[in-house]
């Protein structure tokens, strides 16, 4: 079974400019995951979808990150304009469904915002 | 609001040698708990999980954890330890339908 894909894997980007991370999660899991990790913490999430729907956003910054999931598929996040503050490792994870199921993580993205 | 605590930042443990890692959460009358590793350039991966039941929990690679609701704790285990465990490992609540993570305990090896 393919596990979570996601790209790219390494980002350098300098402050003010925008960035895009896609995520494939495991075939026929119903909810994806974005989740954010900045060096020396736990991942924090970001947002989670249930197929196409958002289900939890409350801890994205709107104001500059924005995530869809067209057809329940894939996924991508985008940061614009990207802060300093933004240099974490940014993990998608799937899962077949919500409540307690066992979360699959991508390997990650990590940026650095310059 | 839930919240997990991992009170040690970093451990050091000989290879062969026992190992416990603490973690506390503080959430739920019916706390989910998990415990994940992540290698370096790595997602996390999921050792075990506790939702109800028998306390010690097993998982993969001879971890075992044990919940404690009087303690609050959900602590981590492995009675001999080799060289390939060293890593980052995370306990975890989930609550909210939400899993919180805590910050984490990087495991070192010595020979």
């Known amino acids: 079974e393919a596990g979570v894909a996601q790209s790219p894997r390494y980002k350098i980007i300098e402050k003010r400019q925008s960035v895009a991370f896609w995520c494939n999660p495991i075939?026929?899991?119903?909810?994806l995951y974005w989740y954010q990790q900045i060096l020396g913490q736990g991942p924090k999430l970001l947002i989670q979808?249930?197929?196409?729907?958002?289900?939890?956003d409350s801890q994205l910054p709107k104001d500059r990150f924005s995530a869809e999931r067209l057809k329940g598929v894939d996924s991508t996040l985008k940061i614009q304009p990207a802060k300093l503050e933004d240099s974490a490792v940014y993990l998608c994870?799937?899962?077949?469904?919500?409540?307690?199921?066992?979360?699959?993580f991508g390997p990650g993205t990590r940026l650095t915002v310059t | 609001a839930q919240s997990v605590t991992q009170p040690d930042i970093h451990i050091t443990v000989s290879e062969g040698a026992s190992l416990e890692l603490r973690c506390n959460y503080s959430?739920?009358?019916?706390?989910?708990l998990f415990w994940y590793v992540q290698s370096p350039g790595q997602g996390l991966q999921l050792l075990l999980k506790y939702f109800s039941g028998d306390t010690l929990v097993q998982g993969i690679k001879g971890f075992e954890a044990e919940f404690k609701r009087s303690q609050s704790s959900f602590n981590l285990r492995k009675p001999s330890v080799h060289w390939s465990d060293a890593a980052e490992y995370f306990c975890a609540d989930f609550g909210n339908e939400k899993l919180t993570f805590g910050t984490g305990t990087r495991l070192t090896i010595i020979p």
């Open positions: 075939s026929g899991h119903a909810t």
């Open positions: 959430y739920g009358a019916t706390p989910y």
């Open positions: 994870a799937s899962s077949l469904s919500t409540v307690g199921d066992e979360q699959y």
């Open positions: 979808f249930q197929n196409n729907g958002v289900v939890d």
